[in-house]
Structure formats: C-alpha cells, structure tokens
C-alpha cells in the first residue's frame, strides 16, 4: 500500500513538473542559486519546455546542468 501511495505521489510530482510554465522556471531558476538537484531539475525541464520553441535556448539549458559540480 504504501509503494503505490509513492508511486502515486511521484507521479503527480512528476506530472506537474511537466506542466509547469517556463516563466515560473525562470523564477525558480533566479530565487535557487545553490548548485543542488533541484537547481539541476529547473535546468533540465528548462531544456525540455525549450526544444520544441527554441532549440538554441533548450540546448543553453540542457548543457547548464553538465556543468555543475
């Protein structure tokens, strides 16, 4: 019981990450400097939100979580 209320959990997380704007990305992106996993996680659905709009601008994002250290 309790792996299918984490998985249910995961997958709403998992889902809403998806839907969330690239303007309150952005906004996370600014107000998060540290250099931890959900800096990482913004940086990457950044990435992803911009392949389809602007590929160079996904491309920019999706390097950007290569870089951390």
């Known amino acids: ?3 299918f209320l ?3 959990f995961l997958f ?3 889902s809403n ?3 969330e704007p690239v303007d309150s990305l952005l906004r996370e992106l600014e107000k998060h400097p540290h250099e931890d996993t959900l800096r990482l996680n913004t940086l990457y ?7 389809d709009e602007d590929p160079e601008k ?3 994002f999706s390097k950007k979580p290569l870089s951390l250290h």
């Open 1 to 3: 019981m309790h792996r």
């Open 6 to 8: 984490l998985f249910l």
């Open 12 to 14: 709403y997380r998992l």
């Open 58 to 60: 996904g491309l920019l």
């Open 45 to 51: 659905n950044l990435g992803f939100k911009y392949c």
């Open 17 to 19: 990450a998806f839907a």
